[in-house]
């Protein structure tokens, strides 16, 4: 059923539309198939240990040495494209976390606190948990769109960024368990 439309209220106007994301360079599509290939699926792994959380159920020896390796190939990624403060950040959250035990929530303060605001056309890596996803870890290789603010165009990402998460990469201040 249709109601008539009192001539005294306004149409709805409708929002302008959302222009497209800007198309990802092909040099980016490259080291995301790269970080697809690797160190994602990797992340993609060790996510399906854990709780939403965080946490890791009953961690053995194998749970330990995959997250060590992907501690390896985050940080090796970082300094290969000059991000020596993630790399060491994210090395210093892994090993807090193995040191407190993976039964624990992981706290990536440090990890998130290194990540820089990129400017438009700029792009950046996160190697964390997603807040807004619970507190698994995720990984995210992303260009901040030309002329808009915060938006990221995903080159690739782990399960918790294909589903919808987004980085709180821009919130001030800094993040808990960061160092101060």
Same mark, same amino acid.
Request: aromatic fraction near 6%.
């Given at each position: 059923?249709?109601? !008539?439309?009192?001539?005294?209220? !306004? ?6 539309? *959302?222009?497209?994301?800007?198309? *990802?360079?092909?040099? /980016? ?9 690797? &160190?994602?699926?990797? %992340? ?11 946490? %890791? ?10 997250? /060590? ?7 090796? #990624? ?15 959250d892994v090993d =807090? #976390? ?21 400017? !438009?056309?700029?792009? %950046?890596? /996160? &190697? ?8 698994? &870890? ?5 260009l901040r769109a ?6 990221? %165009?995903? *080159? ?7 589903? =919808?998460?987004?980085?709180? /990469?821009?919130?001030? !201040?800094?993040?808990?368990g960061a160092a101060?």
């Amino acid at each position: 059923m249709t109601y !008539p439309r009192p001539a005294d209220i !306004p149409p709805v106007l409708s929002a302008p539309p *959302v222009p497209p994301a800007p198309p *990802v360079p092909e040099h /980016l599509r490259a080291e995301g198939a790269v970080l697809t290939d690797s &160190l994602i699926p990797l %992340v993609n792994r060790f996510r399906a240990r854990q709780a939403e959380d965080g946490t %890791v159920a009953r961690p053995d020896a194998a749970d330990r040495a995959l997250l /060590l390796r992907i501690r390896e190939e985050g940080a090796a #990624w970082c300094r290969r494209h000059a991000l020596d403060g993630q790399a060491e950040a994210l090395e210093a959250d892994v090993d =807090g #976390w193995l040191a407190a035990g993976l039964g624990t929530r992981p706290v990536f303060g440090r990890s998130m606190d290194a990540v820089g605001r990129p400017a !438009p056309g700029e792009t %950046v890596f /996160l &190697l964390a948990p997603a807040e807004d996803a619970g507190d698994r &870890l995720d990984c995210l290789f992303a260009l901040r769109a030309p002329g808009a603010f915060p938006a990221l %165009v995903p *080159v690739c990402g782990s399960e918790g960024f294909a589903r =919808g998460a987004r980085p709180e /990469l821009f919130t001030e !201040p800094a993040r808990q368990g960061a160092a101060m």
